[in-house]
């Protein structure tokens, strides 16, 4: 079983759309949660950063953390053709162990 | 602010050459990680340097190695160069005390003839 689970997709919503996209993870020790967007022949680009459980809002983008079953999700509201992407999850433990673990990503199309 | 700057861009090698990738992190940051995006893996973690030390690895072959240099730039050498190392290598930066998130570079593109 991979660390990190995320459903590849591909998504593809109309302009306007509520968008959700989630992962799922097996290692308690988890406790720093990062959502990225990666543009073709880009970098992942750094959307959103929680740490432990909650939601945080960022304009049009929510990242909800729920540790207690595992389970993380982005919210895209109003979503826009330059929202068109793959999103990827990803999270560590912190604390000494800071590198990252990764879902597969989402690819996102929202059409015009 | 300048971000996670990487090169080259791209690289082109054979069987059993050598490469060498570079990485500037964002200006303050002392942590650099590598990390390997193939083709239907995902992103797996390579290495991370923190003030000049290597701090954790990934499950990679030794023939996977790099440094960080005073100015906490990073390079990262790949020895015995196979086919399956084909795949974009991305380098990201950040602060670890308190832990802050890593920023991206757009990578390089390493291609195994």
Redesign the interface.
Known sequence: QKEVEQDPGPLSVPEGAIVSLNCTYSNSAFQYFMWYRQYSRKGPELLMYTYSSGNKEDGRFTAQVDKSSKYISLFIRDSQPSDSATYLCAMSAGAGANNLFFGTGTRLTVIP | EAG?TQSPTHLIKTRGQQATLRCSPISGHT?V?W?QQALGL????LL?YDEGEE??R?NFPPRFSGRQFPNYSSELNVNALELEDSALY?C?S?L?RP?Q???????TRLSIL
Do not use: E, I, T
């Not at chain 2, 995902?42 to 973690?45: A, D």
């Not at chain 2, 998130?101 to 990578?107: K, L, N, R, S, V």
């Open positions: 996670v942590s990680y990390y995902g992103l797996q973690f991370w701090r954790n990934g991305l990201a950040s670890v832990p998130p890593q920023h991206f570079g757009d990578g």
